[in-house]
């Protein structure tokens, strides 16, 4: 099932650690939280993304953000289409961001 959203900004915590995101409006978003392998479309090209939906440090409530592989193009106001593939993991809470940054690394290791 394809889902449609608009990219707005974010705390750029990801560009921070070389893992920068599209942010996306949650919306009813029918996922259990945890990390994805999915499908994007923008601006008609599709790339291979981890997906994140859950809860984030110093954020309240859940996001809903996107790495895209190969792609470093600034889309805010955007809107792309993206479809979830396959559940990589269950969220986790990290005391630092070299911690989420070596758990990403794992991570692209299930998708690519």
Known sequence: ????RKVKPGSK???KIGF???NLNVGTFSYKP???KCT???KGKEYIGALYFGPKMHHRGNVLEIHILNFSRKIYGEFVRFEVDKKIRSPKQFTDLEQLKKQIEKDFQSIV
């Open 1 to 4: 099932m394809w889902i449609k």
């Open 13 to 15: 915590t990801g560009q």
């Open 20 to 22: 920068p995101t599209v």
């Open 34 to 36: 945890g990390v994805y």
């Open 40 to 42: 994007i479309w923008v």
